[in-house]
Every structure is written in C-alpha cells, then in structure tokens.
C-alpha cells in the first residue's frame, strides 16, 4: 500500500511534466508559427513591377516607380554576369549552395548574442532568408530585431527551399534585393548607377553593387562615393579569398574608374512621359503602381531625338553665332502631331529637361503664352465661312494703311506692321501669308471677335474663350494659347476641317499580358469649318510667291515640298512661333525665355523658322511629296491682281484665284479707267484744257 502512493505521486508527476511540455510546445508553436505568413502567399508578395511607358515602336521612354518600391525588371539568372552572381554570393551568403535555407553557424551566433545582449545584434541571414524577409514579411516585422523574428524568418526559408532550387532562389533574390536609390534588383541597380543592362556589367561594377547590398543608403554611390568603394574593396577581397576571382582581376577591378549615369533614372521624352504619367493616374489609379503596366504611346523615339538635336543646335546659333548679336534666345519646345488621328508623335518641353538655369523641367508645350501673328488664320476662316452674307474671299480687297479702330470698351487702337511699313491695297491671300497686321484687325472687325473665338475655341484654343477681356489684338496675338493647342487647332486645317484630339496613349496593358484599353483611330465627324475653306487657308499658306513681300523667297517656311506655314511674334520678342503642317503632319514651334524676359532682335521666322524647317524636312525625309486635297465645290477664276474683280481691256495684270462656288466676283474691275493726258502738263486732261 506504501508503494502505490508513490506510484500515483510519480504518474501525476510525469502527467504534469507532460502538460507542461505540452503547454510548452503549444506555446511555442503559437509563439512561431502564429502569424507565420504562408509560403503560398510568396510570389504574390514579390516586388511589384514598374509600369514601362514605350515609344509607338515599343522602345522604353521610362519606368514608373510605384510607391516605396523602384525600378524592378526581372531577368533570368543566366543573363546576369557570373561575377555579379560570385560576388553577391560572396558577401552575402559564402555557404548558399550548401545549407538548407538556413546556416546553423549563423542562427547559434545571433542565439547566443540575443541571450547576452537582449536583441539580435548580429546577422547570420542567408539569402533565402533575406528573401523570405523582404518579400513575405511586412514592414513592421521586417524592423523587429528578435528571436522571434529570426526564427520565423528561418522557419520560412526552410519551407522556401524546398518549393524551389538553389538556383531559382538566387534568381528571385538578385532580381528582387534593393540596391539603393528605388532601385530593386540586379537590372534596376545597373540602369539607375551605371545607365546600363546588367549583362554588361564588368567586374568592378558587380562587386560595388554586391557590396552596398547591406546597407545601401548608408553606401549610396552618387552621395557616398569613398563609402561605396570600401564596400567594393569587401566584396573584391572575399571573391579573392573564395577563389573566384584572382589577384590581377582584383587588381585591375580596384583600378577600373567607375562612370556613373549622368542621371539617377534614365529618362526618354521627359515632358511627353510626365503628360502620359498624369493621365495614368487619372485613369488607372490603382492599377498603375500596385499591378504593373505596360502603356504603348504614340511618341516617334527618332522624331523627339530629332526634335532635341535640332532645337539645341539652333538656340546655341542663335547665342552663340559670330554671325550676329547673342539673341538671349534659351528654350524652345516643338509638338508634332497626326491632324487625322491625333497621335502626339513629338513633344519637346525643353531643349534639356535637366537644365535648372533655364526652368528646364517647365513642359513649355503647355505653357500659355501669347502666339502673335500665329492666330490670323482663324481670323481669315471665320471670314470666310461661305454662309455668311458677304464672304471673304482670297481675292478681297484690303487697305493697309494706318486705321484707327474703337475696341468694346471704346478704345481707340491703331494696330501697326511689324516693320513699321505699310503697303496700300492689298488682296487678303498676300496680306495673310505675309502677315499684315491692319488687314487682319480690319478683317476681324469685319467678322467678329465673338465669331473668331468660338471657331478657335472649337478647333482647340480653349483657353480662349475662356478669356473674358479679348478685343481686336487678338489676331494679333492678344490672348494666350498653348503650344499643344495651337498644333491641334491647326490640323482643321489640314484635315479638310474637322477637330481632332490630341491623344497620347495606345494602349494599355496589364504585366499578365491583359490587355486594358486600346486606342482606335476616332471618325472625324466634328466639324469646325467648311472643307473648302480649310483648303483656301491652306492654299494662301503654302503660297510662296504670296509671302515673297515678306519672308522673301526661299525662306525658313519653304521645306521643298507642299506646305502650309505661319508665323508669330510677339511684342519685345518675348515669344515667336511657327505652326505648319503637311498633310499628314503638324508641327508647332515656340522659342523664347521660360521666364518670359525679352529675346533680342528674334522673330518667328529666325527664331522659330529655322527650328520648324529642319524638323519637317528630317521626318519627311524618303517620303514622296503629297499634294493638299482640294475639295469639290471650288472654281478658279481670273481676277484683276490689284482689286480681285473681273479683269477688263483696262487692267493687264491678272491672276488666276480659287474661290468657293458662288464666291467669285460678278463685278467687272473699276480701279483701271481710260484717261487723256495732256501732253503739255502729262496731267490728265480736264475740260478746261481744251
């Protein structure tokens, strides 16, 4: 009896030791695996994609960086350098190949100095736990520096392993880690540090990028040069001491000069790209930084390269050239669109996007500013809409001569030539190609500010009619428009009247290969102005002989094949333009200050002339000459040349004129009369001679 007391006493002391243990291990178990992320969960939390903008031939204008991540292109592993690979290996993780996911050594060591020092102090992370820990942990668990951290960290690298091999692994980890500067992965690093792919990356270059790994914004190459070159000389050293490289690599990698990216992230279009990126927000709010998109747009990459050469090489003519006085002539912009469809092909913001000293950043393409003589046009459209009772036509006859005019605030204004000069009676083809101020206001008094207004604002100038206080200057440029704009109101011209809208984007589609949204060339079905009168504007435009008074011929508007062009200058050369198309292509151009100060002595047509002319001629060039089509409902009529009515005996200079059908003059000229000469005074003879 004596002994089965002391049995129950043992069997209770052994149940308890086993509740305990089993109470132990409950809370271990709840105190590890609690929380534990799933390893299902592990390709869904691997770093989000950039979404890649491309020019229409599918070249990569840019990447944008979603929020608190960077640049990550993935590549596979057997494109990325072996001593790239040999030295993250090195560095980070010397017994990748050998452990399961976990190094022993390590986990003992960080054991150890979390029971000396109460936090883990030391590291002992291999690779497959630094990947686990970036992409299945969230931020909050990623700071904690426990034993309860590390061993789930340890626990999920285990189970890592053994859904994929060493080498998969690697891949993730060197397509995945952070470099630095929003830079994740091998391929993001050599892009934004060294402007190139990571399959050319040398030696030298690998072991900088290996070395940073462990703490890149402390080791940040642009910020921290000595820093990042003491990580390098690591990361050579250990390659040395593991036998992957030897003594003169290391040697020569030491040595090697490292030339870093003249910019943190390559940029293509920077100005068309910041326009995409706005509207990709606007559209796809969620999807754009959390999904990854691929956005094709219309930008030609060999157009706006163009557009960049040439706008720089004229500016620095223009300050630079011993041929005349520095113009004070900093920023230019050009946009080159499809007047079919709409496609924005170029859009230069600024020659250098970069350059803080001239606000380079400024996208002066959507910048308002004041167009001159560049509205004129829309003046001469609105006058010659065939419904009106008394249509302008190209053979009207002006007066250009000083004329004093009454604004709507009762005002008087006496617009003036440039030049100063005047030129009498005028027909309105030669006083619109040769850009005479007085017959545009004359004409404009004629029509209408109101008409004039709402026909622009209809083909695209917008800003326009929203502007309360345009009077009569504003076909002469008083009143302010936007370069985009003024190429899209210009293509009315060159579609045989219709609007357009400018448009940028393609399409859209998701990394998964889903596609979002595909642009299709619009039906042009909105109206702005009759086909012929788009024509008859178009035919006084690309008129040489009409513009020969002022612009001489040849000039900067004469490309070598039919096109139609204008010019604007504004007051104290602040701004000059030049807006001309063909039929397939618009371009506008604007040269001044972004901070509007005054150029010297530049006008549109040596400012922005030169610019226009070289740009149409370069993206046209190999393409066959395309004449303007001429629409029905037009006839061609001999005119006297002085009053565009019907030549008599009298008038001997005549000239051949288009007008819309029902347009042409019926009233036979009245300018040239038969008079007697009295020989003895060579006046003309009075009755009172005889």
Known sequence: SSRRPRLTRRRALLLALLAVLIASGGFVYLWLFDGLPSIDDFERGLALPSTRIYDRKGRL????????????????????????????????????????????????????????????????????????????????????RTLQRKLKEAILAIQLQTRYSKDEI??????????????????????????KGARDLSLAECALLAGIIQNAALHDPLSNPDSARARQEVALDLMLARGSIDALQADAARADDLQFAATRFPIEAPHFVMAVWKQLERLYPDRLYREGLDVTTTLDLDWQRAAERIARRHLDYLNHSTERVSANANNAALVALDPVTGEVLTMLGSPDYFDEAIDGAVNATLALRQ????????????AMDPTRAAPLTAASMLLDVRTGFVTRKL???VPGNYGLTEHGVVLAREALASSYNIPAVLVLEQVGVQAMVELAARAGLTTLAGNPNLDLAVTLGGGEVRLLDLAQAYSIFAN?????????????TQRGGDVLYTWRPPALDRRVIDARVAFLITDILSDPEARRHEFGVPSALDIGRPAAAKTGTTTDYRDNWVAGYTPGLVTAVWVG????????????????????????RA??????????????????VEVCALSGLLPT???????????????????PDTLYQPVEIDTATGQIERASCR
């Not at 060197?174 to 391929?187: D, M, R, S, T, W």
């Open 593 to 616: 200050n972004a901070d509007n100060t005054p150029m010297i002595d530049v006008s549109g047509i040596s400012g922005a002339g030169p610019i226009w002319n070289e740009f149409m």
């Open 61 to 144: 204008l840019y990447e944008i960086l979603p929020p608190e991540q960077g640049r990550n292109t993935v590549i596979p592993l057997d494109e990325i350098p072996a001593h790239c690979v040999n030295a993250v290996i090195a560095v980070e993780d010397a017994n990748f190949y050998s452990h399961i996911g976990v190094d022993p050594a390590g986990i003992l060591r960080a054991l150890w100095i979390n029971l000396q020092g109460g936090e883990v102090l030391a590291g002992g992370s291999t690779i497959t736990q630094q990947l686990v820990r970036t992409v299945l942990l969230d931020p909050q668990q990623r700071a904690e």
């Open 649 to 667: 005996a009298y008038c001997t200079n005549h000239r051949s004129e288009w007008f819309i059908s029902g347009t042409a003059p019926t009233e």
């Open 619 to 636: 993206v046209h060039q190999g393409q066959p000459a395309q004449a303007f089509t001429r629409p029905d409902g037009l006839e061609r």
């Open 170 to 195: 690697l891949a993730l980890y060197l397509n995945q880690v952070y470099f630095g500067n929003l830079a994740y992965g091998i391929e993001g690093a050599a892009q934004a540090y060294f402007g």
């Open 496 to 508: 045989s009247g219709y609007h357009v809208d400018p448009v940028m984007i393609r399409q859209v």
């Open 411 to 413: 005002e008087s204004y």
């Open 371 to 382: 167009p001159g003589s560049a509205l004129k046009p829309f003046t001469y459209a609105a």
